[in-house]
T-cell receptor, first 116, second 111 residues
Framework: DTAVSQTPKYLVTQMGNDKSIKCEQNLGHDTMYWYKQDSKKFLKIMFSYNNKELIINETVPNRFSPKSPDKAHLNLHINSLELGDSAVYFC???????????????FGSGTRLTVV | GEDVEQSLFLSVREGDSSVINCTYTDSSSTYLYWYKQEPGAGLQLLTYIFSNMDMKQDQRLTVLLNKKDKHLSLRIADTQTGDSAIYFCAEKGGNNRKLIWGLGTSLAVNP
C-alpha cells in the first residue's frame, strides 16, 4: 500500500564503494525526483525524471547517476562514495498537468546513507 | 533567481498558537505548499494554497497568503506536542517543473 517506497532504509558503507538506492511509486505519477537532505535538514533537488526522460539535473557530481527503467521506478547509483555523501536521500513523485500539481509531491520515507 | 526564506526555529508552549512565516521571490508562483517532516520521517504534505487565494482554513491550520508582499504564513491553533516537527514552505512557479523549497522551520512545542 506504500505510495512511494525506497530501499534500503539505512545504508552504511565505506569510502570508495559503489552503492544503489531504489525507489518505486504506485501512484501512477509521471514524474519522479531525488532529493538530498543534509545534516542541517536542508533539501536539495538532485534529479527529476518525467516518463523516463531526465528533465532536471542539478549540479551534482557525476559519481551520481540516476536511472529510470519505467515511470514507476527511479534508482540512484553512486560511485566512489565520499564522506560528504552522507545524508538522507529522498525519492518523491508528482503528477504534472493542469490542476494535478496541487497535490504537490509524495515523498518516500528516505534512505539514510552513512559513509565511513 | 527564485528563493524561499523561512526562519529556522520557533518555540511555543503547548496550547498556544504557532505562526510560521515564509517569504518568496517568484511573482509567477501558482501553488504554495506547507510540508511537515517529523523526526526520522519523510516529508508529508500538510496543506497548499493557490496563488489566487488569500486564505485557507483546514481544522487547526490556517494559511494566509499576501501575494503583494509575497508572504505566506501557517498558523497552527492549539499547538500540541505532536506538532513538533520541521515545517517546509515550498512554491511552484508557472513555468517550473520543480518546487522551490525553504530551509525549514523547526517547531518545538514545550509542555
Amino acid at each position: 500500500d506504500t505510495a512511494v517506497s525506497q530501499t534500503p532504509k539505512y545504508l552504511v558503507t565505506q569510502m570508495g564503494n559503489d552503492k544503489s538506492i531504489k525507489c518505486e511509486q504506485n501512484l501512477g505519477h509521471d514524474t519522479m525526483y531525488w532529493y538530498k537532505q543534509d545534516s542541517k535538514k536542508f533539501l536539495k533537488i538532485m534529479f527529476s525524471y518525467n516518463n523516463k526522460e531526465l528533465i532536471i539535473n542539478e549540479t551534482v557530481p557525476n559519481r551520481f547517476s540516476p536511472k529510470s527503467p519505467d515511470k514507476a521506478h527511479l534508482n540512484l547509483h553512486i560511485n566512489s562514495l565520499e564522506l560528504g555523501d552522507s545524508a538522507v536521500y529522498f525519492c518523491a513523485s508528482s503528477q504534472d498537468g493542469q490542476g494535478e500539481f496541487l497535490r504537490g509531491y509524495t515523498f518516500g520515507s528516505g534512505t539514510r546513507l552513512t559513509v565511513v | 533567481g527564485e528563493d524561499v526564506e523561512q526562519s529556522l526555529f520557533l518555540s511555543v508552549r503547548e496550547g498556544d498558537s504557532s505562526v510560521i512565516n515564509c517569504t518568496y521571490t517568484d511573482s509567477s508562483s501558482t501553488y504554495l505548499y506547507w510540508y511537515k517532516q517529523e523526526p526520522g520521517a519523510g516529508l508529508q504534505l500538510l496543506t497548499y494554497i493557490f496563488s489566487n487565494m488569500d486564505m485557507k482554513q483546514d481544522q487547526r491550520l490556517t494559511v494566509l497568503l499576501n501575494k503583494k508582499d509575497k508572504h505566506l504564513s501557517l498558523r497552527i491553533a492549539d499547538t500540541q506536542t505532536g506538532d513538533s516537527a520541521i515545517y517546509f514552505c515550498a512554491e511552484k512557479g508557472g513555468n517550473n517543473r520543480k518546487l522551490i523549497w525553504g530551509l525549514g522551520t523547526s517547531l518545538a512545542v514545550n509542555p
